[in-house]
């Protein structure tokens, strides 16, 4: 069966390195590639439920994928809302970087 704390957990850490590591300048194809990606990402993300809830905080959530700092920072605000909405502490988003890109111990 589907272990989709193990899946987000792996996903997450993907999805904020993937963020993390985009360009800061991103041209115009890049920042609609970004875009592209994530709305099939939350076709196809194999946990149902949590694709579902994407899809709908899509619509009125738009990813800014402006550049790398931008993109991690909404990244940050909609993993918080998942961590609100399963009781789990928020995340301190200035701190992002530091979590993906430049490494601090887990
Ligand atoms: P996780 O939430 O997986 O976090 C992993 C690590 O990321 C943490 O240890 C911390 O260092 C860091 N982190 C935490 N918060 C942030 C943040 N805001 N920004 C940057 N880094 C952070 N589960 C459900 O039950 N229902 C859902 O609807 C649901 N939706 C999901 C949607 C998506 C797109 C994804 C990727 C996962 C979803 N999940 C959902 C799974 C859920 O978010 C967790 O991944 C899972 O519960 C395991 O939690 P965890 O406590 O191990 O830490």
């Known amino acids: 069966p589907l272990d989709s704390e193990l899946l987000g957990r792996n996903t997450w850490a993907f999805l904020h390195t993937m963020a993390a590591y985009y360009p800061e ?19 196809f993300y194999p946990c ?10 899509l619509k009125t959530n738009i ?15 909609l993993h918080n809302s998942v961590n609100v909405r399963l009781g789990k502490v928020e ?6 970087l530091e979590r993906w890109r430049d490494g601090w111990e887990d």
């Open 63 to 77: 990813p800014d994928v402006r550049s790398n700092t931008k993109l991690s920072q909404w990244f940050c605000e």
């Open 25 to 43: 300048q991103p041209s115009a194809e890049q920042q609609s590639n970004m875009t592209q990606f994530i709305s099939l990402f939350s076709q």
């Open 91 to 96: 995340f301190d988003c200035s701190k992002v």
């Open 48 to 57: 149902h439920k949590c694709a579902s809830h994407l899809r709908e905080d």
